[in-house]
């Protein structure tokens, strides 16, 4: 389980059978279709007050728990999608922190133009800046435990990534990202650093949970026009890269 001291609902589970179009390797009769794959506690809030306060605001606060494992040759992940835009024509953007464990979230535009992989850890604050479609790949031997925060005022596009039979790359177990032959033509996959934006209050010493309530930190969420500078700043190269290179 993870750290939380408010209510807490059932989790929805998403299982195999809801992964098999989005896996690199969606075959396997000996697989088990109700596998539990992960768990998403939707709309959670410590208390009255910051539910109402959330709800006022248009945003909700979720935890997301992803044991580590493997589908086939697969780490396991979130199956993807990608938001909509707000009446400004801009797609809706997200924050991600990662409460516990390890994280590599696989972040790219809708036709694979770009595509960063952010890894994070414990304490680790991710902002998906508008355009990007994510999922989030366990890739360590623990628990990753991730919350997020995202406007209430749309659903999920999942159709790009099940059409498409997942991201651009498929994380193996081995280390190696491997394109998605689904893909006309993916740009190769850029490392990035999770980055702190002032504007957002993000960083290291800000848990999401502490900035419910403040406005000015989480407006971005709902009015992206608003930020476009600020969001340049959200996907940093990393030094380390090219550290996880297409498999040959
Ligand atoms: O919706 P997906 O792709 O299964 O990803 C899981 C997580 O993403 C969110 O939908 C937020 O983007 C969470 O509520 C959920 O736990």
């Not at 190696?176 to 993916?186: E, G, M, R, W």
């Not at 996959?189 to 934006?197: E, F, H, I, L």
Request: charged content about 25%.
């Amino acid at each position: 389980m993870f750290p939380w001291d408010g209510p807490l609902p059932a989790p929805h589970i998403r299982t195999l059978a809801d992964m098999a179009d989005v896996l690199a390797e969606p075959g396997g009769a000996d697989r088990d279709p109700g596998r539990p794959l992960y768990f998403m506690y939707r709309d959670l809030a410590r208390n009255d007050h910051d539910r109402s306060w959330l709800e006022g605001h248009a945003l909700r606060y979720d935890a997301t728990v992803i044991p580590p494992g493997r589908v086939g040759e697969e780490y396991v992940k979130t199956k993807g999608h990608f938001h909509p835009a707000n009446r400004a024509g801009v797609r809706f953007p997200e924050v991600y922190e990662v409460v516990a464990g390890k994280a590599h979230f696989l972040l790219q535009t809708w036709t694979a133009g770009d595509v960063v992989l952010v890894e994070g850890s414990t304490g680790d604050v991710v902002v998906i800046p508008p355009g990007y479609g994510h999922v989030t790949i366990n890739p360590g031997e623990e628990e990753l435990v991730l919350a997020n925060i995202v406007s209430t005022a749309f659903s999920s596009d999942y159709g790009p990534y099940v059409e498409r039979h997942g991201a651009a790359y498929y994380e193996l177990a081995d280390g190696t990202l491997v394109p998605n032959p689904a893909y006309d033509d993916p740009a190769p996959v850029r490392q990035a650093v999770p980055a702190s934006v002032p504007a957002f209050c993000t960083g290291r010493k800000s848990p999401l949970y502490s900035l419910v309530g403040k406005e000015k930190c989480l407006d971005y969420l709902n009015r992206p026009e608003k930020y476009n500078e600020d969001f340049s700043g959200c996907l940093k190269d990393s030094a380390e890269q090219p550290a996880y290179a297409p498999r040959p």
